[in-house]
């Protein structure tokens, strides 16, 4: 309710369609940003009586104020923050403190490894009671900090237990205890990425095979004996309401409006040519051992799918087992390790730093349609800007003018020709004497971009 209240009521925008694949039509839009302009989009948007993005800017800009404040906090008191997300912090800590062995730490030890400093669990209650004086709300109903440790640092009787941290990069992560064998029981996973599949059990509500995925991926990191669970080798599928007719159009003999698709990815590009954008699917099953004998079909040319290679047993699609792996396989693209190189699956371990960010342009855009999981990339979520499909609002007067001066630097007469335009038509353009149609400035744009190209070459 907080996040609703005091954000979301703020930046409460609807699109006027949100079907990406439907075909729409231009429309004119004044957009308010960095400044003021027209632009024309294909899908605009109509803002709520509420919306009012400074005081929106405001609150998420007060919220990472706050986590930059406790990340200093920590760092006064020589400690570390092994994670940090939108509203927490997680901070290498232990019940006495010391130090903890990392590499590119901040300390040196005395056999010449690098270490970063735990802090100790009274020195973390400490910083969340400098935080206090940040409270915000009501003190006689929220007392203390705005932050608190939550239940995860707690075992069954309440104790405070001591966890370990296992994360491969932004929102992958899982937080885990050892018990009297010293094994790791996982405590708190994150689902990103990996939580756009099904699950591998019916009627998995609590999302088990997850807290068995990162518990292998932390016992094989450790190099702990490790079992393969069952369901590795079988398809990793999401699951696909069937909501559009276009989605409903090859499965009206087998399923309802509003039933669910199972769909798989192909291990490997190219191993299907029944169409440009082959997606394997099928009715969803119940019995996940005899997903090979379920009557699969490209969701998008609805082709019948034979699920194994010719004259083979193996699978054309992606397991679970790969899956997995990709938890390990992650680069944290926003960071760097401590010396400042660019990362890689094998140095990618340790301390790391802030990516430098240097802004070369800005771009306004309007709210993000999320795109269907089952159609992104393996390393993607539809929680990413890239398997998102945001409106773009363009200053038609900024581009008209990049244009003439592409134009320009081409020639007036090589655009001519290769555009189809008249001479006396491109000249007009980039005098400013006239605005030609919509479709004769894609013809110049088209025009442009192919004599780049031809240029570079």
Known sequence: MAVSGAYGIFVETTPEDIDPDAARPLTPVDVWGLKQFTSRVDRPETHSPWCSFPIAALVTAGARLLLAVGQRLVHDAGGEVAYCDTDSLMIVASEHGGFAPCDGGTYRMRDG?????????????????????????????????????????????????????????EKSYALYALDDRSNPVIAKQSAHTIGQYSSPYPGDRERRWIAEAWEYTIRDALGMPVEAPAWFDLPATSQLTLTTRNVMKHYTKTSQPFDFLAVAQLAFPGLLRCCQAPRPSCPVYADRGRWAEQPWRCLSCGASIN??????????????????????????????????????????????????????SVKHIGKEVIVDPTDTAEE????????????????????????????????????????????????????????????????????VAALRRRQER
Do not use: H
């Open 113 to 169: 490894s690098r270490a970063v400093r735990a802090l100790s669990w009274r020195e973390v209650d400490q910083v969340l009671g400098d935080l206090a004086s940040l409270n915000v709300y009501n003190r006689d109903i929220v007392k203390g900090s705005s932050f608190r440790l939550e239940d995860v640092n707690f075992d069954v009787e309440g104790g405070r237990q001591q966890l370990w941290f296992y994360g491969t990069r």
């Open 307 to 360: 699920p194994y290679l010719a004259d083979t047993e193996q699978s054309i699609f992606k397991t679970y087992r790969r899956v997995v792996a990709n938890l390990t396989r992650s680069i944290e693209l926003k960071r760097l390790v401590a010396s400042g190189a660019e990362p890689t699956p094998a140095t990618m371990r340790g301390l790391t730093i802030p990516r430098p960010v240097y802004v070369t």
């Open 380 to 447: 993607l979520t539809a929680e990413q800007l890239y398997a998102t499909d945001p409106v773009i609002y363009s200053d038609e007067c900024e581009e008209l003018d990049a244009l003439r001066a592409e134009v320009r630097a081409i020639g007036v007469n090589a655009v001519a020709r290769e555009s189809g335009v008249s001479r006396s038509c491109v000249q007009a353009f980039v005098n400013k004497d006239a605005k030609p149609r919509p479709e004769t400035i894609a013809k110049l744009g088209a025009a």
